[in-house]
């Protein structure tokens, strides 16, 4: 039984043996065929499954594998570059599109920067103080030449303003003025005011009254209606001109602006505006 045990051990510590001689001739096999590549960087072997392209660079001979890595080496130490460091031909074409943004940027600028004191002095020539309304033309001259002793010219300028509305009653037209006359001596009789239209769109007709207020429009409508005739009414704005004394900006500056008001002293109604010339 005791040499039974023993024989045991025995056969035992001869696999372990044979099993660490085995192991030791494969690790000693394959760092023979890695090596090492001029770099002094050793080979690592592969812990996993070893694939077709591996094997064949296994079978290669050293030189070819050492080959091999070095052009693997090199080619990632150039992509290594390549993405470190742009080119220096990439590097001058951004420094020219910078330059050539920033040269057209500094032109537009310096245009702007021209044109706008052009802008602002067509601007400024442009302006005029208007003096107004002077309806009385005897009172603008008498201004004009006032304006004159001190070399300044004005000149007389009228723009269309509205008077206001107005609203006329009138009775229709008839066919020919003999009808109309006929109409115009029976409203004589009864008193009413009213007038023959003899030319325009109501040509033939009667005019019964031109009002500046509607209440004293509608007044008369349903007055004339009362007495049994059918008046009708129309409204329109009525336009009258409006006139003032035009004076240049830089004429007037230049003598002071404190000429007007002293000649406007006692004219109150008359109002300074500035304003373009035309």
Not at 74 to 98: G, K, N
Not at 143 to 164: M, P, T, Y
Not at 165 to 177: D, G, I, M, N, S
Request: hydrophobic share 40%; net charge negative.
């Amino acid at each position: 039984m005791r040499w039974m045990v023993l024989s045991l051990v025995l056969i035992n510590v001869m696999i372990l043996a044979w099993r660490y001689i085995d192991q030791r001739h494969v690790v000693e096999s394959g760092s023979a065929l890695g090596g090492s590549d001029h770099h002094g960087v050793a080979a690592a072997p592969s812990s996993g499954a070893i694939d077709g392209s591996a094997q064949a660079a296994i079978s290669a001979p050293s030189s070819d594998l050492e080959a091999q890595t070095i052009t693997l080496l090199e080619e990632l130490e150039s992509d290594r570059v390549a993405l470190r460091t742009p080119s220096s031909s990439s590097v001058a074409s951004e420094h020219v599109s910078v330059v050539q943004d920033e040269s057209e940027l500094l032109n537009d600028t310096q245009a702007a920067l021209m044109r706008e004191p052009s802008a602002l002095a067509d601007e400024v020539e442009d302006l005029c103080y208007w003096v107004g309304p002077i309806p009385n033309k005897e009172d603008r001259d008498e201004l004009r030449a006032r304006l004159l002793e001190f070399k300044i010219a004005a000149q007389e300028k009228a723009v269309d303003v509205s008077g206001g509305w107005r609203y006329w009653v009138y009775l229709a037209p008839k066919e020919t003025r003999a009808e109309a006359a006929s109409q115009l001596a029976v409203l004589k009789k009864m008193g009413v005011d009213s007038y023959l239209i003899l030319k325009g769109e109501r040509k033939h007709g009667v005019s019964l009254g031109l009002f500046s207020r509607k209440v004293l429009a509608d007044a008369k409508m349903a007055k004339m209606q009362k007495k049994g005739w059918q008046p009708k009414m129309d409204s329109f704005e009525r336009m009258v001109k409006q006139w003032s004394l035009v004076i240049k900006k830089d004429d007037l500056d230049r003598v002071g602006d404190g000429v007007l008001p002293i000649l406007l002293k006692n004219k109150t109604e008359m109002k300074i505006n500035e304003n373009k010339c035309k």
